[in-house]
């Protein structure tokens, strides 16, 4: 089992920044991607970004979330960051770490073993 913890959600300004952290204990030698989704009210879970945990640390981004987000990951601390800037009240949703012990289909949620409880991030106009 692997257990995660988000944290750093908050109440930001548009074109404000936030940083989330998610952290990881357990089983973590077993995952090879960690992955940011979010869901809004009314919508379904969306991906937002990865990273290959245990390669070489390659990133992913959806095409919304470009050039405004950073993943990146400390793995001596078991840890994955979602820098996110130039914030837009799109934005605004509950965000989920999540831990999968595939390369394959960053992008879906299936693929995902493991999720935290999410943080929310609202970002006001």
């Known amino acids: 089992q692997v257990q995660l913890v988000e944290s750093g959600g908050g109440l930001v300004q548009a074109g404000g920044s936030l940083r989330l952290s998610c952290a990881a204990s357990?089983?973590?030698?077993?995952?090879?991607?960690m992955g940011w989704f979010r869901q809004a009210p009314g919508k379904e879970r969306e991906f937002v970004a990865a990273i290959r945990w245990s390669g070489d640390s390659s990133t992913y981004y959806t095409d919304s979330v470009k050039g405004r987000f950073t993943i990146s990951g400390d793995n001596a601390k078991n840890t994955v960051y979602l820098q996110m800037n130039s914030m837009k009240p799109e934005d605004t949703a509950v965000y989920y770490c999540?831990?999968?012990?595939?390369?394959?289909?960053?992008?879906?949620?299936?693929?995902?073993?493991?999720w935290g409880q999410g943080t929310q991030v609202t970002v006001s106009s």
């Open positions: 357990g089983r973590t030698f077993s995952i090879y991607t």
């Open positions: 999540a831990a999968s012990p595939s390369g394959l289909s960053f992008w879906s949620a299936g693929r995902y073993d493991y």
